[in-house]
């Protein structure tokens, strides 16, 4: 009994503002509810719209709204095509295996961009320029992370046959068919991860977007991937975005300002600063 | 007696708590889901910025000692998109703050719930992943 007193007497006086709560949590929940900063969650939303989508007078889909979703999160692998699998060539998965030991190092927890096709959970949207004849620019704008926009170029140039590397890389984009807003990017560097799992990509990368409204609400990309230098063969996922609510618009998110990742943890900052 | 024979068992809860936590990405290496905390004080800060509001709050122990704890919440945004803006906690408000500790540094928090001395809890979310305008796909 002495003893269990000097252990009960020990951890009272090790954590003295640490009222521990004991008690196991719901399924797979930790005892006070689901993990994450509070306030991240939503609280329940009206369902999206699932009217027509809409059209511009000439017929072109409009994409005008704001967006949540459609792209990775966890794994770029849940947009693929029920039991299909990545096609990672062993450097790939080399790298994969070393990013696992080492999961602080995804650039944008330290306020780096997330690149391609990778934006999710941060709204976006699309802002169109154009002359009197024609659309010359698209822009993707996103809240993050991080605060950015990707410039796709409207006006039927081609790729510069070379480039120097970029998050975003270099785009070109057209509407197929009026349906679809596609964008064809190349240029990019390899520092972004695909996911939270690492997945990889190297300058050899290649996406093709495809963005259709299937719905008022609801905004399906389809992303081709080719990438030789990490994938043994071109692979595309898909994901769905969904309209925000009535009201809601893009807002400021500059993730530098006061970025303590790392911290709570004990985490160095790859990029050194 | 039996007060500390129950922070005792508490003490054992917790040590089983953990195990098979599907935590939050960027939570799981800076925060301990077992590891949870509960005090009350007064909001000596409150930082409106990104990517985390915080607040900080100055918690006196029984001899009069003043420890002041960092307490990470969602973005501005997110909040914002939650009904909260920047004037939802002042400093000076006594608020009993529940949530889960740090890792590594000490006196610091992820919160998961925040009552003012006035009776207001201040969160009510649902359970999805860190969306702020909802769940990702």
Not at chain 1, 52 to 67: E, F, K, M, S, Y
Not at chain 1, 255 to 273: D, R, T
Not at chain 2, 104 to 118: H, K, L, Q
Request: proline share 8%; net charge neutral; hydrophobic share 35%.
């Amino acid at each position: 009994m002495r003893k269990l007193l000097i252990v009960a007497a020990l951890v009272a006086v090790t954590a003295p503002l640490v009222a521990q709560q004991g008690g196991r949590g719901r399924g797979n929940q930790p005892p006070l509810g689901p993990v994450g900063a509070l306030g991240q969650e939503v609280a329940s939303r009206v369902p999206p719209p699932t009217g027509p989508a809409p059209r511009l007078p000439d017929g072109t889909i409009d994409l005008n709204g704001v967006w949540n979703g459609g792209g990775p999160v966890n794994s770029i692998a849940q947009g693929l095509p029920k039991g299909e699998t990545l096609p990672l060539l062993p450097k790939s998965k080399e790298i994969m295996a070393d990013r696992a030991t080492r999961e602080t190092d995804d650039p944008h927890l330290w306020c780096m961009p997330m690149g391609v096709p990778r934006s999710t959970p941060y709204p976006f949207r699309f802002v169109q320029n154009y002359t009197h004849k024609a659309p010359t620019h698209m822009f993707i704008v996103h809240e993050g992370n991080i605060h950015s926009f990707r410039q796709i170029f409207m006006d039927g140039r081609k790729h510069p046959a070379e480039l120097d590397p970029t998050w975003f890389g270099h785009s070109i984009g057209w509407f197929d068919n009026k349906d679809t807003l596609v964008i064809d990017t190349v240029g990019f560097n390899d520092k972004f991860w695909f996911d939270r799992q690492g997945t990889p990509h190297t300058e050899q990368l290649h996406t093709i977007e495809r963005w259709t409204r299937v719905n008022e609400g609801t905004l399906r990309n389809e992303v081709t991937i080719d990438d030789p230098g990490a994938f043994s063969r071109p692979f595309t996922v898909t994901f769905n975005a969904r309209l925000a609510a009535p009201g809601d618009e893009i807002m400021e998110y500059i993730c530098q300002e006061n970025n303590q990742y790392g911290i709570a943890g004990g985490h160095k900052n790859p990029f050194g600063n | 007696m039996k007060g500390k024979l129950g922070v005792l068992v508490a003490c054992f809860g917790l040590l089983g708590s953990g195990a098979g936590l599907v935590a939050h990405h960027s939570f799981s290496t800076e925060y301990d889901g077992a590891k949870t905390f509960k005090l009350k004080g007064a909001v000596s800060k409150v930082e409106w910025t990104n990517p985390h509001v915080r607040f900080y709050v100055d918690v006196v122990d029984q001899g009069g000692k003043v420890t002041t704890w960092n307490m990470e919440i969602a973005s501005p945004s997110a909040l914002a998109r939650n009904g909260w803006t920047s004037r939802t906690l002042k400093v000076g408000d006594q608020v009993s703050v529940e949530g889960y500790a740090a890792k590594v540094a000490p006196n610091r928090g992820n919160v998961r719930s925040v009552i003012t001395a006035d009776g207001r809890s201040l969160f009510a979310g649902a359970a999805d992943d860190n969306a702020p305008g909802g769940a990702p796909q």
